[in-house]
């Protein structure tokens, strides 16, 4: 299975961004999902996840800024980026959650840059 996260791009500090990550049904269903980035030169963190029913938690350098969220119907995991800050520049993954032990391949995720 390949996930394809989009949605990245430039921005400027105070700036928003949402993500998008579609994926095969059979690949989304009853599974928690969560979105994820890695910096240059560090290791990949989580930055959210969601439940299958929608229950969310955030990494706190985040918190109050940025909104995961799913759309069941459409197989589709997303992240509203807001009041972004030069050290959200990363890569971002989606991928089930926890990685670890329901994850797939990583893709190449979707490079957010934020300029200050």
């Known amino acids: 299975v390949q996930l394809q996260a989009s949605g990245g791009g430039l921005v400027q500090t105070g700036g928003s961004r949402r993500l998008s990550c579609a994926v095969s049904r059979s690949f989304f269903d009853n599974f928690a999902w969560a979105w994820y980035r890695q910096a240059p030169g560090k290791q990949r963190d989580l930055v959210a996840r969601?439940?299958?029913?929608?229950?969310?938690n955030y990494a706190d350098s985040v918190k109050g800024r940025f909104t995961i969220s799913r759309d069941n119907a459409k197989n589709a995991v997303y992240l509203q980026m807001n009041s972004l800050k030069p050290d959200d520049t990363a890569v971002y993954y989606c991928?089930?959650?926890?990685?670890?032990?329901?994850?797939?391949?990583w893709g190449q995720g979707t490079q957010v840059t934020v300029s200050s």
């Open positions: 991928n089930r959650y926890p990685s670890s032990t329901y994850g797939t391949s």
């Open positions: 969601i439940t299958n029913g929608g229950s969310t």
